[in-house]
């Protein structure tokens, strides 16, 4: 059944008569794209330059691709733009995944390298049990801890370097706290 919207919205897209657009769209059984299709072939409307038609800005889209189905599911391909969008997440989750595994968290005392870690499980861990995992890792920075990112992704000295700022700040405060300067010097012994 052809409603009134359909016709509207086929009068808007190619300007013709409403006589027209509901008989084109009738042949076509509701079918928007067929019905411009066959509007074009009698010569009622001209082909669009660049050769598609686009609805931007509404929720139907046809062009000049070919689209499975019948009816108005010719133009309404929500479902397959909605796992087009899955598999470039899946994908995107996949590259991560993959660039997680060949780069590592490195924990460093005393220039020794005490664990290694795969990023992707410091990522799984931060989201998962971020109130356990943070605190730990910041109170390894006061406990004299380093942490670096090793891997060809990852193991670039300007992410190292701001790791590396981060433990100096942490060994900074430590030593205020204990009442040492940052040069070595007691507070009481200044003079």
């Given at each position: 059944m052809i409603t009134i919207e359909q016709v509207e919205e086929l009068?808007?897209?190619?300007?013709i008569s409403y006589e027209e657009a509901k008989a084109a769209l009738e042949?076509?059984?509701?079918?928007?794209?067929?019905?411009?299709?066959n509007l074009e072939r009698r010569k009622k409307i001209s082909a669009p330059e660049g050769g598609f038609y686009s609805t931007k800005n509404q929720h139907h889209i046809y062009s000049g691709e070919a689209v499975e189905?019948?009816?108005?599911?010719?133009?309404?391909?929500?479902?397959?733009?909605?796992i087009?969008?899955?598999?470039?997440?899946?994908?995107?989750?996949k590259k991560m995944l993959v660039k997680g595994n060949k780069?590592?968290?490195?924990?460093?005392?005393?220039?020794k390298t005490e664990m290694s870690i795969p990023v992707t499980l410091l990522a799984i861990l931060a989201i998962f049990f971020f109130w356990i995992t943070v605190p730990i890792l910041v109170l390894g920075?006061?406990?004299?801890?380093?942490?670096?990112?090793?891997g060809p992704d990852l193991g670039r000295e300007?992410?190292?370097?701001?790791?590396n700022k981060a433990a100096d700040m942490a060994e900074s405060l430590k030593n205020e706290v204990?009442?040492?300067?940052s040069d070595g010097e007691d507070f009481d012994n200044r003079g």
């Open positions: 009068r808007k897209r190619v300007n042949e076509t059984n509701g079918d928007m794209l067929d019905a411009v299709i189905g019948n009816g108005q599911d010719k133009y309404n391909n929500t479902g397959n733009n909605v087009r969008l899955l598999k470039k997440f899946l994908s995107f989750c780069n590592n968290f490195e924990v460093i005392k005393d220039g920075l006061f406990l004299g801890y380093r942490y670096a990112f090793k300007n992410i190292n370097s701001v790791m204990k009442g040492e300067s």
